[in-house]
C-alpha cells in the first residue's frame, strides 16, 4: 500500500470514525449514565464487531448483502428497530444509574452485534474493501494494514465519545438535565434510524 493509499485511509477513518453515528451516541450516553467504567464495555466491543464485520466483507459477505435487496432491507429493519428501541429506553432514564437493570444497558455482546445492523459500518466498510483491498495481489498484506487501522479509531472514537459522556455525569446529575441530555441522544439515534431508511 502506497503512502498516498495509506493517508487516504487515515482521512477517511477520521472523518467516519469521529462523527456521530450510533456507536459514539450510545458511548456517551452509556457513560453518562452509568460511568466510564461500566461504559467500557461496549467501548471495547465496538472495534471487536467492526473487525469481524470488515473481515466478512473483505471474503465477500458485503458482496452478497449489496446484491441481495432483502438482505440489504432485513439488516436495515433490524438496525432501525433496535435504534428506536434503544432511543425510546433512553428517553425514559432520567436518573444515573447505579445497579437499575430497567435503564439502558448495552453490554459487549450487545455492541459487537450492533455493528452487524449498523448501516453506516457496513457502508465504510465496503468502501475500504472497494478501495483499498478487493482485487489487489496483497490482499493479506492490505488487510493486515487496514484491520488494526480501523480498529485503533473505531476504539478511540468511542473512547473518546465515552470521556465526554463521563466528564458530564456530575453535571448531569442536577435537576433535570440528565433527562433533557438523554432525550437529546435519544433525537440523535432517531435522526441516525432515518438516515439509514434514506441510505
Request: charged share 10%.
Amino acid at each position: 500500500m502506497s503512502l498516498q493509499e495509506f493517508s487516504a485511509l487515515l482521512l477517511l477513518a477520521t472523518a467516519m470514525s469521529f462523527s456521530p453515528g450510533p456507536n459514539t451516541t450510545l458511548s456517551t450516553a452509556l457513560a453518562a449514565n452509568h460511568g466510564l467504567r461500566r461504559s467500557l464495555r461496549f467501548v471495547v466491543a465496538v472495534p471487536v464487531g467492526w473487525t469481524l464485520l470488515l473481515i466478512l466483507c473483505a471474503l465477500g459477505v458485503g458482496a452478497l448483502v449489496t446484491s441481495v435487496p432483502a438482505l440489504r432491507w432485513g439488516i436495515k429493519a433490524v438496525g432501525i428497530g433496535y435504534l428506536l428501541w434503544l432511543a425510546w429506553k433512553l428517553s425514559a432514564s432520567q436518573q444515573l444509574a447505579q445497579a437499575r437493570p430497567s435503564q439502558l444497558q448495552v453490554g459487549f455482546v450487545q455492541g459487537v452485534l450492533l455493528q452487524f445492523v449498523n448501516i453506516k459500518a457496513w457502508l465504510l466498510a465496503l468502501t475500504i474493501v472497494a478501495g483499498w483491498v478487493a482485487g489487489q495481489v496483497d490482499f493479506t498484506a492490505r488487510m493486515l494494514v487496514v484491520l488494526p487501522v480501523m480498529a485503533f479509531y473505531a476504539l478511540s472514537s468511542n473512547l473518546l465519545y465515552a470521556c465526554i459522556g463521563a466528564v458530564l455525569r456530575q453535571w448531569l446529575a442536577r435537576g433535570q438535565r440528565l433527562l433533557w441530555f438523554n432525550r437529546g441522544m435519544a433525537v440523535l439515534l432517531i435522526a441516525t434510524a432515518i438516515w439509514m431508511l434514506r441510505a
